[in-house]
């Protein structure tokens, strides 16, 4: 505060007329000095504190994501060997089904050749017993 204005205020609040050369203002400018001194020194400490609480947060943000990056990679980890387990455990199903389905063919298929052959049998003996039929028609004949 200037000297004047504060001369003015205590002659205005007090009464007193206080002089330029007044001891007192020496002590007020003292005190204002020492305020100023004090309030440079608080703000520099402020300054100080939210420059390591930032620092901090900095730090537990990157904590933060090395956790989360290390959760994400674990969890892709267990995701592809439970999707790798799956697909052994469906392509095994899928093999033992073919397997039975091959065996049910080659069944099939052997019984049609039987068939076959038992149909090929049984026509050369038709055609056999024509043939004896009409030969024993013409000798007799």
């Not at 309030?39 to 901090?56: C, F, H, I, P």
């Not at 790798?84 to 095994?92: D, G, L, P, Q, W």
């Amino acid at each position: 505060m200037e000297r004047d204005r504060l001369i003015a205020e205590v002659a205005k609040e007090t009464g007193i007329r206080l002089d330029r050369a007044d001891p007192l203002l020496a002590a007020a400018t003292i005190n204002r000095i020492l305020l100023d001194a004090a309030l440079a020194e608080l703000q520099r400490a402020v300054r100080t504190s939210g420059d390591q609480v930032s620092a901090a947060c900095v730090q537990q943000i990157e904590a933060a994501k090395a956790a989360a990056a290390a959760l994400i990679t674990d969890a892709g980890a267990w995701s592809a060997e439970r999707l790798r387990e799956a697909a052994v455990e469906a392509s095994n199903a899928v093999i033992e089904r073919l397997r039975e389905e091959t065996a049910k063919a080659q069944r099939a298929g052997r019984i049609a050749l039987h068939a076959a052959w038992a149909a090929a049998g049984i026509g050369g003996l038709a055609v056999a017993a024509t043939a004896g039929f009409w030969l024993a028609t013409i000798s007799h004949g």
